[in-house]
């Protein structure tokens, strides 16, 4: 019966670089069940970043990526022998268990995620995560803007009003009724990543009699993240 499995044969190359994006399933249902605080709920964010850093360590990500309910997992070393179905079902379900395991409350029904491969190369990962950061600051700024109008108008109206209106009209908007979107927290404008640094340790060589330095890798959760260049993806090591 092994022949009617649907997709058991395709494979990612074996020697690639994947991203593997998760997208929340129904998470504005979510939001409403859990209450959540628009328009950015701080405790969502502190569970979505330790989602971030199980992937991250699970999987030997070399870079991950969020912001609203998406996550991009940059993989160096394609796991399960590049079986595409393994990769999405293993991955997307290890971040649902993930989140219910990290938010400790009761749920209506339980969250998922969906998830897709996307093979890359060198030359392209910075093009990719400057997009889904563009994607972020786009996000940030509509829910920004819906917040405010809902503050103000039915529901309605409220989407009536934001529906056709580009980005610097709704920045203009917020910005005329005394909201500077320059000062919200940086997270909710360019996302928050996961990725490792360096940190110096000084220890003391008998041997030598004296102090010595060595520098030790951890898993850092980057809040506070500039906007994507080379200079930023090289200096974490993820592009050379």
């Known amino acids: 019966m092994k022949e009617y499995e649907v997709y ?3 494979k990612v190359p074996k020697n690639s670089k994947i991203i593997v994006r998760l997208d929340g399933r129904s998470f504005h249902q979510l939001a409403r069940d859990l209450n959540l605080i628009k328009p950015y709920d701080d405790n969502f964010y502190n569970v979505f970043s330790n989602v971030c850093e199980d992937l ?3 999987f030997s990500a070399s870079f991950v990526y969020a912001f609203s309910d998406e996550i ?3 993989l160096d070393k394609v796991p399960f022998n590049g079986r595409l179905e393994k990769i999405d079902s293993v991955i997307a379900s290890f971040a649902a268990s ?11 029904k339980p969250p998922a995620f969906d998830a897709r491969v996307i093979p890359i190369s060198d030359d392209d ?5 400057k997009w889904r950061q563009d994607e972020s ?3 940030c700024v ?3 803007g819906i917040f405010y109008l809902k503050s103000k108008y039915p529901n309605n109206i409220a ?3 934001i529906n056709g209106k580009n980005l610097s009209d709704v920045h203009e908007l917020l910005f005329e009724h005394g909201i500077n979107l320059n000062d919200v927290d940086t997270y909710k404008k360019r996302g928050l990543a996961v990725y490792r640094k360096n940190k110096k340790v000084v220890g003391f060589n008998k041997k030598e009699n004296k102090n010595q330095v060595s520098y030790r890798s951890y898993v850092h959760t980057d809040w506070d993240l500039p906007k994507f260049s080379f200079d930023f993806f090289k200096q974490i090591g993820v592009l050379k």
């Open 8 to 10: 058991s044969s395709l």
């Open 56 to 58: 991250f360590k699970e």
């Open 72 to 74: 991009s997992i940059l």
């Open 98 to 108: 993930s989140f219910v395991m990290h938010y400790n409350t009761q749920f209506r």
């Open 125 to 129: 990962i910075l093009e990719y995560f």
């Open 137 to 139: 600051w786009r996000n």
């Open 142 to 144: 509509n829910s920004h």
């Open 159 to 161: 989407n009536d009003k």
